[in-house]
């Protein structure tokens, strides 16, 4: 069965970081592309990072940029979002998304208290 099961999020400092996983089942993370979006109440859904499948390319739109690192561990076919210099602005629920087979993960709040 084809699931993605996120965790990490939660509450943090201004300035501060965190880490959210991804963990999927059904398909290999280093075989797919993976991205991952965040949303705000009232607001569509943004694409704040994406890795190709093979690795190789890496692409950060948007505010964030400069601020996250994208990385996959296949032994645990998980993909991981690294946040550093968090700001009250990316306060956000997060989620991680796989293009090919359009599933999405359950999302986690981030929280960024000034």
């Known amino acids: 069965q084809l699931q993605l099961v996120q965790s990490g999020g939660g509450l943090v400092q201004f300035g501060g970081s965190l880490t959210l996983s991804c963990a999927a089942s059904?398909?290999?993370?280093?075989?797919?592309?993976m991205s991952w979006y965040r949303q705000t109440p009232g607001k569509e859904r943004e694409l704040v990072a994406f890795?190709?499948?093979?690795?190789?390319?890496?692409n950060f739109p948007g505010s964030m940029k400069g601020r996250l690192t994208i990385s996959r561990d296949g032994a645990k076919n998980t993909v991981y979002l690294q946040m550093a210099s968090l700001k009250p602005e990316d306060t956000a629920v997060y989620y991680c998304?796989?293009?090919?087979?359009?599933?999405w993960g359950q999302g986690t709040q981030v929280t960024v208290s000034s």
């Open positions: 998304y796989t293009p090919t087979f359009s599933r």
């Open positions: 059904g398909f290999s993370v280093t075989t797919y592309p």
């Open positions: 890795i190709s499948g093979s690795g190789d390319r890496t």
